[in-house]
């Protein structure tokens, strides 16, 4: 018995070293690889912000965190794209359309009167000519995203797709909308003034945009689109700020494609407004209210896709050769929120659309897009015939349009997403 157990625990304490040896070289092995990994990672990250940071002749320190570059005009990043290295700027569009809702010719009572916005790293400085202004990538922007591929672009199929034969695929990624759409003619433009607020996000993984899409093509891998507006992203820009943004894709959100000028892609001939730079003041509750133009449209003489923001700042633009569906005209064109629902904790996410309060509760209250027109084959902006409007959870966000001759074709949207009626 006792030799036996001698045995026995002898066996006993021969497995226990190899297995302790095995450990440890597991042990050293994985923080080695641990490490390796993690050093590469930085070696990609470094390379990506080199790639993307392009050396500046002035910086501007904002006052929300922001380092803005400004980056002489041809060293932008869309001069990385090689169908771009012999590409002539095209300084301004050959061709403005025109509308019958100018800002001028508005008329609103004083109750209703809206104020002029900016950009908050203003306040420090101002690009010199010849420049365009760039908001520096950080280390920790890129670190916050998933993949260093994936930093700056949207998840796939986030595009809202009204009356859906197929719900699971308006819902599979978490995106809700809230939308006015007109669709079955060709359009080359689209223009509206977007409220501008700071909605809640729940969680850094979530965020809350209200913006304009430009539609080319069906809702298949290759889908067009052009899109500007504003956003709160934590997980993009590392705070709750509501920022100016644009976004382009010819695939349907997979390989092309990307946030601002965080790929090659738009050309910026603007010196005085940065992409994903904070605009501030925000609209209150029940108090000042602010809103932002914007307007894109097709230049008919070279086909590009054009941007101005407000009515003073032509932005720049989206070459033709990018798309394929929009170098002809768009067949779509869709203006309202998008939120991330992540289901937190089980439930719908609080994260709020617009102003975080719906429809009904109208101006001062709930968000609104106004003066929503299109752009006609002959150039013309003009009010939208049949605006449908979208939505996957009323309960949870919804929109409501109407019409009146100082506002034009107009909507509110939004709510808080997570309420009683909401779980
Ligand atoms: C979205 O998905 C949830 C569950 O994930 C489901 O309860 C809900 O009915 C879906 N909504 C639509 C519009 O399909
Ligand atoms: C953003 O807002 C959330 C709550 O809505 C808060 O928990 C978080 O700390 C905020 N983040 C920053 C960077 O301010």
Redesign the pocket.
Known sequence: MGAAGFSDGHRGRKVKVVVFLACLWCLVSLSCAGRLSASRQKLEVQKHLKRLNKPPIKTIQSPDGDIIDCVHISHQPAFDHPFLKDHKIQARPSYHPEGVFGENKMSMGPKERTNPITQLWHMNGKCPENTIPIRRTKKEDVLRSRSVKRYGKKKHRSVPKPRSAD??L??ESGHQHAIAYVEGDRYYGAKATINVWEPKIQQPNEFSLSQIWVLGGSFGEDLNSIEAGWQVSPDLYGDNNTRLFTYWTSDAYQATGCYNLLCSGFIQVNSEIAMGASISPVSAFRNSQYDISILIWKDPKEGHWWMQFGNDYVLGYWPSFLFSYLTESASMIEWGGEIVNSEPDGQHTSTQMGSGHFPEEGFGKSSYFRNIQVVDSSNNLKAPKDLGTFT??SNCYDVQTGSNGDWGHYFYYGGPGRNPNCP
């Open positions: 719900p699971d308006t819902n996957e959870k």
